[in-house]
Structures are given as C-alpha cells and as structure tokens.
C-alpha cells in the first residue's frame, strides 16, 4: 500500500511533478460575480441563517439607499440559486423507499401498509469529496503508519492492526499493488428535535474518510459529512413490541445500509483513480471501516441479541468473566452456529444470542465484519454508561439507604459544587437531578467526583472508582503505547478488584453488564484501530448540531426532511467552494460561518508526557486586564508594598538574585542580592495566558489549548480569585511527572524593569507535597500550604516562564461536612490539605500523575 502518484490517466508518475487542477478545474468567482457577493451570501446564509424574507427586506431597502449600484442578491430566491449554482460540493441527495413485503391481511396494522423514505447522498462521492479536500490534504495519511522509534504508538486508524491485515489481504491481488488504501467510518445514532408541539426524531448516517487523522476528525468541520438520513418505522403501542414488526425494523436498517453504500462495493476489490487534495491522482481502494454505535445499536448492526457481547460470544450470565475464553464473533461463526443450530433460529436465539433472520449489512461486502469493525465508544461505554449508569447511579444508592441518607446526599451536591475555579470547569444548577444528565453534566461530574466522594462513603468505593477514572483517562489518550495497553490491563484488573464492594454492600447481585465487560476488549480494539477518541460517539453526537439540529431550526416545520436536506446541501456547496478557492489562491478573506462550527468539541495531550519523552512547547503571556478591580493597586514598589504589607522589596532582589545566578549553591544573604529603586514602576497584570499543547482536550486544530489563569482582587464582582499553579520545579533533570512539579497560589502577577530587561514574575505562595507517593485511595497527590518557622506562608515571586499551567486544588474534605455558608470562592484557603486534581482534564492527568 505505497499510495503512488498517478497522472490523470492512472499511469505511476514521477513524485517531482507539479500538482494537476482538479478534475472540475474552475478559475474565477462563478456564479459570483465578486468577492463581496461571494461573502455577503455566507453571511446572509450561514452566519445569520436569515430567512428568505428578510434578506428580499434587505435587499430591497439598499435598492431604495443605493440607487446607482444593485444590492448584491435582487432577492432570496437569486440568493439560494446563486448557491445552488456552485459548480463544486453538491453532491445530490437521492431517495428510495421501503414497505413491507409480506402477507398483507385485510385489517393490516399502518405500519405494514406505510411507505418509508431513505435519503441519501453517494458514499463514493463524498468520499471522494474528502480525498480531494486540499484542507484535510496534509492531515491524512494515504499509507499505512509504521512504528518509528523503539515504541509502536498507536494513534490514528492508519497505525492500527486492522489496517495492515486489510493491506495485507489486497496485496494478494498484483492489481492492487502501489494502490491508496481508503477506508471509509460509519457513524449513526438516532437525535431527537423537540419543538413546541412535540418531538421529531432523525436518523442520520455519518462517514468520514479513514485516514483523516484523529485530531482532525475531532476538530475540521469538514471531515464527516452526513450520508443519509434512516427511516425510524413506528408501530402503535400494539405492534411495537411484536417481533414482526422489530424484524422488519431491523431488516430495514441492513437493507437500507446496504443500498446506501452499493456505490462503495465495486471499488472494494479494484482500485479507482481518484484526484487527491495535495494534487495528485492515485489509484484508491475502499473497505468499511469501524462503525460508530452505541449499545443498543451495536446490537441492532451486528443482529445480536440485547444483554449478549456484539463482540465475543460469551454468556450473558457470564460477562463478567474473562473474555479470552470466549470466541470472537464473525459471519463465519455465525454461519457455523447456523449449521450447528440446523438453522432453528430459537436455538440460536437462546444459546449464542444471534438474531438468525437478520443478515448483518456487512455480510454484502468484501473483508467486512461488524463484530470486528464496532468501534470502541467512549462516550455512551465509559462516560455515560459505567460512570454514571452504573458507579455514579450506585454510589447514590448507597447513600440513599444511609440512616442519614438526605444529609450525605446534599453534602455530596455540596462537595461538588465547592470545587475552586477552573477553566471549563462547569457548575451544576442546585437540585440538578441524576435522571436528566447530559454527556457533558457526567464528563463535568467525572472532574470532580474523587475528591467529593473521599470520606464520604466507604474507602473501596472511592478506590472503584479512582481505578475506573485512571482507565478512562489513559483509554483517551492521543497516543497509547504497548505499555500503556499493559498499564490498562493492569487498571482494569484493579477496577475489577475494587468493584467487588458493591457486591459486598449488596448494591449489585453481579457485573454482568455488557457495557462493564466491553471494556475487556479496549485493548484488542486500540491495537486494531489505534486511539479511542478518534471514534468516538460525541464526534457524531456533536454533528447533530450542524448537520439535523440547525436544518430543522431552518425549516417550515411542515414536512421539514426535504429542507433540512437542502439546506446541508447548499452548507457543504459554500464550504467546498471556500476550500477549492482558497488552495487556488483565489479568495482573499475567510467566509463568515455559523459560530459553533470550525472550534473543537472534544476532550484530549502531552507536557512532559508521562515518560518525559515528549516535551510540548509551553508559552506564558501576560495579558493586560479586562477586569475592572475594585481595589487599584499602587505603581511603585514602595507603595506596594505598603498597600498589600508584603516584603515585596526583599522578596524582588532575591528573584533577581536568582535570575542572574540559576544554581545558587546555598543559601545567600540578602545585602548579597541587586539593590533596586523602592520607588521603581510595578506593572500589576491580573491574568496571564497560558498557552500549551493538549491533544487529548478541547484544542484547537494545531493541538494547542490557551487559559487564563487569575490573580485578581475582583471577579466577576464576586470577590477575590486567586488560581493555584504548576511551577516546573527541577527543569532539566530528568524527572517527570508530579515529583517536577511545584505547587502554589498566584497572589499577584506583575512586570518589573531592571537593567533594561523587562522581567514578567508573579508572586506565589507555596505549598509542600504530602508523601512520596499519591494516595492509595483517590490515586491524586495531596499537598499542604507551606509555612515557615514563624507560621506565615512561605512565599517568593518566580518568573512567569516557570509556570506551566493552573492546577485544579480540591480541598480534602475526609468525613467532615462542609459548613453550609462555606462558599467555593474560599475553597484555595478553607483547607488544611488539598489533592493535586489530575481528574480536572486530560493535561493535568498527563503531568500531575
Ligand atoms: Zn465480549
């Protein structure tokens, strides 16, 4: 699978060739007659998303302003056929319907008789849309990804064993040889839009192209596109349980995926010329890759019985066991099961948990196993299933059954709501009950939780938890490596240990939960398909909002599909069009789109990662202040000083002391240290932005994260805020982890002039680490204010460099109930000890571990 560059005849070319045109090769504007035509038909259509009467409004009134010069659109109608008129992007939506075939009685129930509409556009082509996309050019690996260096990384689809086996089986064909490897996601999940006047659902189907890197699929609005649109039949409450009509339910979803992707299926065993975004041609050769699907519609795909594994054939009554006794499942197994059953689909139904009259869609097409291809899912399998379903929901249990269940119970809310500041850091509305949790109220909660539940409820559960929280936070990872495969062999092993308290308690009866035992099969998932988070749900979870949400929002309501479709269609023709003008050189301005797309949805890192192999580029600025304080600071040093009583003047000339000898060999008296101006200008800052690499979180498309951290007598006119801090310690040595790691509180960020440098410092109070080692139970550090012979805080000013980034300090409650006027603000002070939160997002588990 070498991807060689082809010309547009499919003959191998030379790699030094220039770049071709594409195949639909435009050089001007058309349909648009200028730029500001161009720009004011985004804006109009996708920024505003204004209706057609208010831009023929608009229009019309410029027309009266201007008389001399046309306003761009005549009207909304020339608007939208300028869009449609785009010559690039619109690939268009077919449909097909679908009605049940069989005897038909004279008293059919509707849903027998009802026609269902598929909608869908050509796989192949948006497929072929992607490959060409210059923007997603230099992120896509077109062959396969070897292991550089000792360790094997897995990360994106294109490092995977799966990929190679793929790879290996085509190149058993000379044909394929020197050909592009193209692998195409599914992802669907049903969404519901509630309007006023009741709820509609959609079904939409996803792809996107396999080797788009993770990181791009997480962040590019543009790599995964809505295919298709399901039918969802619905029966009255009569028929909705008879297996009739959940047959014909599912056989509607396999025929329908079937019909959908049949443009796919000829270029699965040959290759297909196609134009490549760098410029290139190559010869391209497709297969379905891992398919995005929660629980309930794994099973539905892979025509298995609800409570069994999708994956491996174990006993339902048996999950909890270890999995390697179980064989995994394929449509061979299936067929053999088949035979061995004489084809009696209750025997099969009962002793394998196989749907015998349903043939899974994948069975149509080459190399294709959906038991193989369901994707690891993250968010509907961790987060929103063990986490909350089950860790969360049985924790609240217990508490309830206390004799003091309320109290505990409100103290929990409390002790969740009492973590201190923290960028993206949500607060739950008081009184927020469990049943209503979204995926971002558990992802919010899973920050939190460790430290809110310790001394709360029993030791072991606490542990349970921590143990499931670390296998989480390694599972999404960017990059895992063979040993952090093992590491999370060894976390599972714990969590499973740990667990057994509910059992103990009488919580839970057994685990036999099938979204507790797919976590035994992350590790063969990750060596097949590199990185969870590159698959996960709340990538198409996300989608919904751009691709079904705002389509509807957009519609008359009445008969709303049909618009809905238009209207992504005209999206993607715009989107095409900025992409193919901008790799031209031809569009000067970026076009204006609607807000939410083009940021980041996603979790994800790698400051000294956890091996200290990796060292990210970390940058503090200092940024002048937004916020309005109440209290003005002084400017010089000598009334600074005065105004806060610190020994801001001893403090300074010992940091300079320090800059200008980096290893003093002992301790130095301070008439040793510069001699300043007392009456020298302090420049007060009362945030700093920090700005690092952090892959496996919300970052932008470089992987870069920025936050500000706080040190301000006024927030948001809620008192004093004052952000603890990372100080990176012993730079240079070697160490990683928290053992490099300082931790203190930001009293005061400033910038001073000495010698003509410009020196931005902040001044900070320490704490000290509690230990050698975190705690057995929570798995976090714990740490302690500093205090010196005198009892007053140690303090000292550092320069900003050797800030890394906030850190998130969560007081250690124990088994005492916080006071009910405490307040979250106080929280950096309230406490004798505090954990170091490595929960609070996936850089602080990286480098606080
Ligand atoms: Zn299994």
Not at 720 to 748: K, M, Y
């Amino acid at each position: 699978m070498l991807a060689v560059y082809c010309d547009a005849g499919g003959f191998e070319s030379d790699p030094a060739e220039p770049p071709q045109d594409p195949p639909y090769f435009s050089t001007g504007l058309n349909p648009f007659l200028e730029e500001a035509q161009l720009v004011s038909a985004c804006f109009f259509f996708n920024r505003l998303q204004a209706s057609g009467g208010d831009v023929s409004h608009l229009m019309e009134v410029l027309r009266g302003f201007y008389k001399e010069k046309p306003p761009p659109f005549a009207d909304a109608d020339d608007l939208l056929s300028t869009i449609d008129n785009i010559p690039v992007g619109g690939i268009p939506w077919q449909g097909f319907s679908c009605t049940y075939q069989g005897d038909l009685p004279a008293n059919a129930p509707k849903w027998k008789t009802k026609e269902y509409s598929v909608w869908y556009r050509d796989p192949l082509k948006v497929m072929e849309e992607q490959i060409g996309n210059a923007d997603l050019s230099k992120e896509m690996d077109r062959t396969l990804k070897a292991a550089d260096g000792v360790h094997r990384q897995l990360q994106d689809l294109m490092s995977g064993d799966w990929s190679w086996e793929q790879a290996d089986i085509l190149a058993q064909d000379p044909a394929n040889h020197g050909a592009m490897f193209a692998p195409i996601i599914l992802g669907s999940d049903k969404t519901t839009v509630s309007v006023a006047t009741g709820q509609n659902d959609y079904y939409p189907l996803y792809a996107s192209l396999g080797n788009v890197q993770n990181h791009v699929r997480r962040a590019h609005r543009n790599a995964l596109t809505v295919v298709g649109f399901l039918a969802i039949p619905k029966a009255d409450r009569e028929h909705q349980d008879s297996a009739e009509f959940r047959k014909f339910r599912r056989q509607l979803v396999h025929a329908s995926l079937v019909r959908i992707l049949a443009s796919l299926k000829p270029w699965m065993t040959k290759p297909r010329l196609t134009y490549c975004g760098d410029g290139h041609y190559r010869r391209v050769i497709y297969g379905l890759g891992p398919y995005i699907a929660d629980y309930p519609k794994a099973c539905l795909l892979s025509a298995i019985v609800s409570g069994w594994c999708p994956k491996c054939a174990a006993y339902p009554h048996h999950l909890d066991g270890d999995p390697g006794d179980a064989v995994l499942r394929s449509h061979r197994h299936t067929r053999y099961v088949a035979e061995l059953c004489d084809g009696k689909h209750k025997r099969m139904w009962d002793s394998y948990g196989i749907l015998g009259d349903i043939e899974p869609f994948t069975s149509y097409f080459p190399r294709a196993n959906i038991h193989d291809l369901l994707a690891p899912d993250i968010l509907h399998q961790l987060i929103k299933g063990v986490f909350k379903d089950h860790l969360v929901t049985w924790i609240v249990t217990w508490i309830e059954a206390q004799p003091d269940g309320k109290k505990r119970l409100a103290e929990f809310d409390r002790r969740v709501n009492a973590a201190p500041h923290f960028s993206e850091l949500r607060r739950f509305p008081d009184g927020r009950g469990f049943k209503q949790w979204t995926g971002d109220d558990s992802k919010a909660l899973m920050k939190v939780i460790v430290p809110a539940i310790d001394g709360l409820v029993p030791r072991g559960m606490v542990c349970a938890v921590s143990a499931f929280m670390e296998f989480c936070y390694l599972a999404r990872r960017s990059i895992l490596e063979d040993r952090d495969l093992d590491k999370l062999d060894m976390l599972l092993e714990e969590f499973h240990q740990e667990r057994e308290i509910f059992r103990e308690l009488g919580i839970r009866d057994h685990f036999n939960l099938p979204r507790q035992h797919s976590l035994r099969h992350y590790r063969l998932l990750i060596q097949r398909f590199g990185a969870p988070n590159g698959l996960c749900s709340s990538i198409t979870e996300s989608q919904h909002i751009k691709d079904v949400k705002e389509p509807y929002r957009r519609s008359n309501r009445n008969q709303p599909l049909g618009q809905m479709i238009t209207t992504i269609q005209r999206t993607s023709q715009l989107t095409a069009f900025e992409i193919h003008l901008r790799a031209r050189g031809i569009l000067n301005m970026p076009l204006p789109w609607a807000r939410h797309t083009g940021t980041i949805i996603i979790e994800s890192l790698s400051y000294p990662s956890r091996y200290g192999d990796t060292c990210a580029e970390i940058n503090i600025y200092l940024t002048d202040t937004t916020i309005v304080a109440r209290a003005r600071y002084q400017r010089s040093l000598l009334y600074l000083q005065l105004q806060l009583r610190l020994p801001l003047e001893a403090l300074l000339r010992r940091f300079l002391y320090e800059q200008l000898h980096p290893n003093p060999s002992e301790a130095v008296e301070l008439s040793d240290c510069p001699f300043i101006d007392p009456l020298m200008h302090i420049k007060i800052n009362h945030s700093v932005r920090a700005i690092f690499s952090a892959p496996s979180d919300r970052s932008n498309i470089r992987c870069l994260r920025q936050e500000i951290i706080r040190a301000t007598p006024n927030w948001k006119n809620t008192g004093p805020r004052h952000d603890c801090v990372f100080i990176n310690d012993a730079p240079g040595e070697g160490r990683c982890g928290f053992t490099s790691l300082g931790v203190a509180q930001v009293q005061l960020f400033f910038t001073f002039e000495h010698d003509q440098i410009t020196y931005p410092c902040a001044l900070v109070h320490w704490f000290r680490t509690v230990g050698d080692e975190p705690s057995s139970t929570t798995r976090m550090w714990k740490v302690k204010p500093l205090y010196n012979g005198a009892n007053q805080r140690v303090q000292s000013i550092v320069h900003a460099n050797s800030i890394v980034r906030s850190a998130h300090l969560v007081g250690v409650y124990g088994e005492q109930f916080l006071d009910s006027k405490y307040t979250y603000q106080r929280s950096n002070t309230a406490f004798k000890s505090y954990y170091v939160n490595k929960f609070v997002d996936h850089h602080a588990y990286e480098i606080a571990f």
